[in-house]
């Protein structure tokens, strides 16, 4: 209120002001009580929580130079709940030179399973702009046996399950949560056609590459894509350059599909465009940005 006050200067009467009161309290009022039916559907269900809980590192596993995926387990051995693949959770870390807690979002890059829970994390140091501080933090001083603070599994993008192919169309770490809904439609032994197209800077770079291979040889409804920026030698199978739908053979990019964008905003925005241009309806368009929110598609 003090913010807006400021703004309007003089314009800021005390009926404006008593106005702008009563549809801060209303819309706060809304979001508390959407909040918790979330918390108490986190209860509900058997093995969750709500708040922090303490999950110990099990198992930390390099994908790439960059990506290092981090798998969890329960402190208290306590059940873990079921997820949707496509869902997130929330990590917090104490980050000592700002004497506070700092939460970041994680995709689960793994399918439930019972066992564990998987986030893989990339080292964000881009040119000119800040470094990831949360998820360098990981990078730098988390090991096997450390703790991590976790929120239960939440998230409206999720893998839907019916009779239409799938497509997954990802960029850079963007990959994370259709890896777990790729694992849930094997583990469920779905016949479903599936596209995989990735993009990244090269194959070296290229998290989860040697698990897609496997898939894509064992299952014949499973094809894979992956365009890389930087062209390598014995890398002819590949394509070259950014992630190009046009590049890729109709068959595969059906006009009844399930459809499913990630990575940053450009990139999904690119992609959307084309799918629409394509014919390919909105309500098949499936996608989540990996970065501040600012998409508005439709």
């Keep these: 209120m003090a913010s807006i006050e400021e703004v309007l200067g003089d314009a800021a009467t005390d009926e404006l002001i008593e106005a702008w009161k009563v549809a801060y309290f209303q819309l706060a009022d809304l979001m508390i009580g959407i909040e918790k039916e979330m918390y108490d559907q986190m209860i509900q269900n058997e093995g969750g929580w709500t708040g922090w809980k303490p999950f110990n590192i099990v198992k930390i596993v390099s994908e790439t130079a ?6 969890l387990a329960p402190t208290d051995g306590g059940q873990l709940p079921k997820h949707t693949a ?3 959770v929330s990590v917090r870390v104490y980050l000592p030179e700002l004497h506070l807690y700092q939460p970041r979002q994680y995709s689960l890059s793994d399918a439930s399973n019972g ?3 998987r986030i893989s994390v990339k080292k964000e140091t881009p040119l000119g702009k800040p470094e990831g501080m949360v998820s360098n933090y990981l990078h730098q001083y988390f090991q096997e046996g450390k703790q991590l603070e976790l929120t239960a599994p939440t998230g409206s993008f999720n893998l839907i399950e019916n009779e239409h192919p799938h497509v997954f169309i990802s960029g850079g770490v963007g990959q994370t949560p259709l890896m777990a809904m790729l694992e849930q439609l094997i583990r469920a032994k779905g016949q479903n056609a599936v596209t995989w197209i990735h993009g990244c800077r090269n194959s070296d770079l290229h998290a989860f590459k040697d698990r897609l291979r496997t898939l894509e040889a064992q299952h014949e409804h499973i094809r894979c894509f992956s365009f890389y920026d930087e062209v390598q030698e014995g890398n002819s199978g590949n394509l070259p350059g950014w992630v190009d739908l046009a590049k890729i053979d ?3 990019l059906p006009q009844k599909a399930n459809y499913y ?3 940053p905003s450009g990139f999904i925005e690119k992609h959307f465009q084309y799918l629409i241009g394509q014919g390919i309806q909105t309500e098949h368009i499936h996608f989540e940005e990996f970065g501040p929110a600012s998409l508005q598609l439709n």
Excluded: K, P
């Design 261 to 263: 964008l990630c990575g």
């Design 66 to 71: 960059e990506i290092q995926s981090i798998y």
């Design 250 to 252: 109709s068959d595969h």
């Design 115 to 117: 066992q564990y829970l």
């Design 86 to 88: 496509g869902q997130y």
